[in-house]
């Protein structure tokens, strides 16, 4: 009995990885300890081909800041799907709507508002994580609940949306309650990936705005920015806290190999006493040991 209640106990606190060769458990010995040295709380989440898992530091909350744009994106293609609307319908932005203290290439360039579709409104939010855009989708779809149900629907449960941009500016704490672990964000990243979730071009083109994302080029990007693959990746980026810390520098992503193997990537960074480049430094290093260990021999 002793030695079963054991094994049981071993089997909770093992690290979380299911990989085919010793090489995945070397890189998760790598990122663990690169990540131990660091000053700031850092998450971790890797899925290779869609089966095989390596999680660090993976039991904790982190602020998902505008990586929840994607799981949005994602609620607005099973909304049109369901209400037999195009991603070219127009909506209506208003000049209220584009509020003036918060983070929005789409008032800066429009500050009168117009009219815009929903793929120019989606693509304000995913390749420039536009505050004001993301908070009128959230007005057209029902809201952060709404997003956080359909994400549910999936079978992700370990995160949570409970607020839009500017519920967020209003109160920087309330940062901390859209949160996910780093798994749970690479599972929804697989959803779009492998599933059929709704009508296949509003899938694709959230799938191809995530590889022309234009934010966080020093993140997971960076150390692939010469090889011969393809990145999609949705990244998010908070303020400083009270204590003087970055709340949230993450990028989530999926890098697809020219050998036809892919792997998707989760690197959450929760209050950083780091520079925002050194921080940001943090996810690129992580994503360059990634690479090496999917791409040297066996």
Known sequence: MKTNCLILLLFILLPTYVLA????????????????????????A????????????????????????????????????????SFDTLLTVNKADLL????????????????????????????????????????????????DRYIRSLGVNDFSIQYTEDDMHRDLNRSYENWSTPLATAEVIEALLTRTLFDKPHQEFIKEALVTCQTGTNRIVRPLQEKNVTVGHKTGTGDY???????AINDAGFVQLPNGHRYTLVVFVKDSQESMEHTEAIIAQISDMVYQAFTKPK
């Not at 998760?28 to 700031?40: L, R, T």
């Not at 660090?56 to 037999?84: I, W």
């Not at 806290?241 to 709340?247: E, F, I, K, Y």
């Open 46 to 85: 890797i899925i290779a081909d869609g089966k095989d898992t390596v999680t660090v530091e993976n039991n904790r909350h982190y602020p998902l800041m505008s990586v929840f744009k994607l799981h949005q994106a994602l609620a607005v293609g099973d909304y049109c799907t369901k209400h037999h609307i």
């Open 241 to 247: 806290n009270a204590s003087g810390q970055l709340m």
């Open 100 to 147: 003036p203290n918060t983070y929005s290439p789409l008032r800066d360039q429009h500050p009168h508002g117009g009219k815009f579709s929903l793929k120019r409104l989606m693509e304000y939010t995913l390749h420039l994580s536009d505050n004001n855009a993301c908070d009128i989708l959230f007005k057209l779809t029902g809201g952060p609940a709404e997003t």
């Open 21 to 44: 060769d010793n090489r995945f458990q070397e890189l998760y010995a790598n990122i663990h300890q690169f990540i131990s040295q660091q000053k700031a709380e850092v998450g971790v």
